[in-house]
């Protein structure tokens, strides 16, 4: 009930007397571990998780007291019977439970008259969803859109509205359009759980847009979407089922007028895997899964599970660089998170931000500028002069695409400055499955053997007790063979980029996109390849003619001046160079039908060092312009690194000819 996460269970050797084995219980490191900084759980949590009663309580109830040290024998026969919602919770693996409030001595709440009315509280801690890598299956959950705003709870009574984010913060005044819609409300005390966005032109919540309404004062394209009703009437729900609270919810949302900006978020009760393909595919950031029977509990339990289309979280600002373009001030931002109190480096971003943002975002910045890192340990790539660090106080908010193997962010992008967020409660977001019932099923998702109380199955018993690392229980598990465009990869979760994080089979994805515009360029002609079988981290080498290593089934052999040469022409043959490692694609300019006469001419334009971009463009429009005055029209392209392609395309000629040209 008050203690979650993964623990380390070991056997310790018996004392001289001991009857029982003794084991010592260990808590974890993860992201459910607590700080020296949080509070005391038992100060948290005070109420006994089997009968609700104060300790108060319990004491004042001398006849029915239990002594752990006494044989069962002599213990009190204690009729308490725990309150119905206080069992409900146990089997629905909650991580906290509803206040002593929601309770009354018949062990009923509601709206149904049962409840003990309680006054209206001023703010209720709000229940946080847990990252899921997937959408839950089977019947009891309920799916609804995961909006990209800030999470608001309206606090509505007769005399007053209060805004308040979900660290308690009050920005009523930052929403005076949503406080004016709730006042249509105000004939009732309630406590609304929703989120307040900005949807932008094509009607998606938009946190950047939210950003700038706040910066502009704008309002008109806000709306607050409403999921939970916590309060109502001197009704405290918190100790309902969520069907129950959205039955309410529903009823009281009626009464609004059909132009108000506070709209019910709607949830459907089918396949979550079906909602979240249709989420992304309507470019929204996700779907939130909640236990339809789940009572509503503060702080992040397994009862309510955010699963994304993308990668998204916020971080801590932790330094950044200044541009040497000019006009502008901020080339890219480092971010960081905590992991156990330490603050650990994730990376840095480099778009997202327009010129008046970055003049906000510098202004920020030197507010809060330190001489040195706040990282224990400067990761290699930040050792260079540049760099301004700043203290650990400002969260951003940022859209990226993944992690690299080397704990870094792919491709992010700033989404915004989040101040309803300490920085202190900035973790690394680690995706779980979704929980099913059952002890077995636990322990298997924690990757531990499970004790099915034989002796055989103990652990090995030790004078001393010690951890057990958490990594040598398990090997991961490699990744199975999976086929694209009928041709199977196998180990398709190697990464080739480890800097962008690209894998074998996002590569070969990517190829069945392109291929249709590839096609032209690369299909019928001689090719000559770069291959790194392990990734550009690793060896790599170049490779003009068939060999050992590289599957020749989708691919198509050319005879050339006594070797075999490569070539393709459909889409299978370009997936099974990317299973073969071929990291780069270079063609000849000839075709395999006339291998000894030039169909193109490609000038190739590389920067020696020193040389900047600006440099590399006027030569290539230098080249274009050459041949145009010869009315011979080309195109560039990119290379693979950092130079020009300028392509002229031909009438066929000898090599001769094309190299005197």
């Known amino acids: 009930e008050k203690l979650r996460g993964h623990w380390h269970l070991v056997l310790m050797q018996k004392r001289p007397g001991e009857r029982q084995e003794p084991w010592l219980l260990i808590k974890a490191t993860d992201e459910l571990a607590r700080s020296k900084r949080d509070p005391d759980i038992l100060a948290e949590m005070p109420d006994s998780a089997a009968t609700g009663r104060t300790m108060n309580e319990i004491a004042a109830n001398t006849k029915k007291v239990w002594h752990s040290n006494k044989p069962s024998r002599t213990q009190p026969k204690v009729q308490a019977k725990p309150a119905p919602h206080a069992v409900r919770s146990r089997r629905q693996g909650r991580s906290h439970r509803p206040s002593a409030a929601t309770k009354d001595k018949a062990g009923k709440s509601g709206t149904n008259g049962h409840a003990r009315r309680s006054p209206l509280p001023g703010f209720i801690k709000p229940c946080l969803a847990t990252l899921s890598s997937v959408a839950p299956k089977g019947d009891g959950w309920v799916h609804e859109i995961k909006f990209d705003g800030y999470r608001i709870q309206a606090r509505i009574s007769r005399s007053s509205i209060t805004l308040k984010t979900r660290t308690g913060l009050d920005w009523t005044g930052k929403f005076p359009a949503v ?51 916590l ?42 895997a079906t909602m979240l393909k249709h989420a992304c595919a309507m470019q929204l950031e996700g779907i939130v899964s909640k236990r339809s029977g789940a009572l509503y509990c503060s702080g992040r339990g397994g009862d309510w599970l955010k699963i994304k289309c993308a990668s998204n979280q916020e ?36 778009t997202g931000w327009g010129h008046a943002q970055e003049q906000e975002l510098e202004r920020r910045f030197k507010a809060v500028a330190r001489p040195t890192a706040p990282l224990a340990e ?39 400055l989040r101040e309803d967020k300490p920085a202190r409660q900035v973790v690394r977001e680690v995706s779980h499955m979704p929980e099913t019932t059952g002890r077995r099923q636990a322990a298997l998702r924690q990757k531990a053997p499970v004790n099915t109380g034989t002796a055989k199955s103990r652990a ?43 894998t074998k089979t996002m590569l070969a ?31 790599c080498f170049f490779q003009k003619h068939a060999s050992a290593g590289i599957d020749t089934t989708h691919l198509r052999a050319v005879a050339d001046d006594g070797d075999t040469s490569i070539a393709i022409d459909s889409v299978e043959g370009l997936v099974a160079l990317a299973q073969s490692g071929v990291l780069e694609i270079h063609v000849r300019g000839s075709t395999v039908e006339h291998l000894e006469e030039a169909d193109r001419l490609v000038f190739d334009l590389d920067p020696g060092p020193g040389v900047e971009w600006s440099a590399v463009i006027a030569a290539a429009r230098d080249v274009r312009q050459r041949l145009l005055d010869l009315e011979l029209d080309s195109f560039v392209k990119t290379t693979g690194g950092r130079g020009l392609h300028v392509v002229l395309p031909i009438n066929r000629v000898s090599w001769d000819e094309a190299k005197d040209f």
């Open 179 to 229: 406080e004016a819609a709730c006042r249509a409300l105000t004939e009732h005390d309630a406590i609304l759980d929703g989120e307040i966005v900005s949807a932008n032109a094509q009607g998606v919540s938009d946190f950047s847009a939210l950003q700038d309404d706040l910066k502009t004062g704008r309002q008109d394209r806000m709306v607050y979407y409403v999921f939970d009703l």
């Open 231 to 272: 309060h109502l009437d001197g009704h405290d729900l918190t100790g309902r089922p969520l069907t129950e609270r959205k039955q309410a919810l529903q009823a009281l949302l009626r009464r609004l007028p059909k132009d108000s900006i506070i709209k019910l978020s709607e949830h459907l009760a089918e396949s979550g």
């Open 315 to 350: 971080f801590i600002v932790i330094g950044y660089e200044p541009s040497d373009k000019q006009g502008r001030l901020i080339r890219s931002i480092l971010l960081g998170y905590y992991d156990n109190d330490v603050l650990r480096y994730a990376g840095r971003i480099g």
């Open 378 to 416: 400067i990761p290699a790539e930040e050792r260079r002069r540049g760099v301004r660090w700043l203290e650990p106080r400002l969260v951003v908010e940022v859209d990226f695409r993944g992690w690299t193997t080397g704990g870094r962010i792919r491709q992010g992008s700033l989404q915004g």
């Open 460 to 502: 090995t018993r030790s004078s001393a007790a010690k951890p057990i690392a958490a990594s040598s229980a398990t090997k991961p598990r490699q990744a199975q063979p999976v086929a694209i465009a009928g041709v199977t990869l196998t180990h398709p979760d190697r990464v080739y980029w480890e800097d962008a994080g690209v």
């Open 509 to 539: 994805d990517y190829y069945t996109k392109v291929w249709d515009w590839m096609r032209p360029h690369v299909s019928g002609r001689v090719l000559a390849l770069v291959r790194c079988p392990d990734g550009t981290t690793g060896e």
